[in-house]
């Protein structure tokens, strides 16, 4: 990983973003610290599950509550 000082990334942005876009990181410091980082965009914080797409949707529940949920919502917030 690459580390650049945030004076140093004003004068060579253009450069650090194509060392990202070509899939290097480059760690951002100012005094020394680390402060932010600059990578690729990628799926690296997404994840999905194995069954995405492979089906129909279905309900999370099974059957309706006829109102009972909202009865006891509106009772609790004091319009009931």
């Given amino acids: ?3 650049i000082s ?3 990334l004003k004068g060579h942005l253009s450069g ?3 060392d990202a876009e070509a899939g290097e990181t ?3 410091t100012r005094r020394r610290a680390p402060v932010a980082r600059l990578g690729p965009v990628g799926d690296q914080h997404v ?3 194995a069954k ?3 089906g129909p949707l279905r309900p999370a529940i099974k059957r309706g509550s006829n109102g009972r949920y909202l009865a006891v919502l509106s009772e609790d917030r004091g319009n009931g």
């Fill in 16 to 18: 650090a973003v194509a």
């Fill in 47 to 49: 994840t999905r599950g």
């Fill in 52 to 54: 995405v797409g492979t």
């Fill in 1 to 3: 990983m690459k580390e």
């Fill in 26 to 28: 480059i760690l951002i």
């Fill in 6 to 8: 945030i004076q140093a």
